[in-house]
């Protein structure tokens, strides 16, 4: 994500996951019909078909500028 405080400061932020399910790796995504939404999901490398978990870029901590 390229996110930027109230100062005007721009920031890299790297988001990483462990699958809740099985421990796997999962990597970040961002996916959707070719012509619709998209959304960021984190995807499962181990079972990339059921183990989903649609990022909420909200509950992220707010950057401290």
């Given at each position: 994500?390229?996110?930027?405080?109230?100062?005007?400061?721009?920031?890299?932020?790297?988001?990483?996951?462990?699958?809740p399910?099985c421990?796997?790796?999962?990597?970040?995504?961002h996916?959707?019909?070719?012509?619709g939404?998209?959304?960021?999901?984190?995807?499962?490398?181990?079972?990339?078909?059921?183990?989903?978990?649609?990022?909420?870029?909200?509950?992220?901590?707010?950057?401290?500028?």
């Amino acid at each position: 994500y390229l996110e930027a405080d109230s100062a005007g400061k721009i920031y890299i932020t790297s988001l990483t996951a462990v699958c809740p399910w099985c421990g796997s790796k999962m990597n970040l995504r961002h996916i959707g019909p070719k012509d619709g939404p998209k959304a960021d999901t984190f995807i499962c490398k181990r079972n990339p078909r059921q183990h989903r978990i649609e990022l909420d870029p909200t509950c992220l901590e707010p950057i401290e500028g």
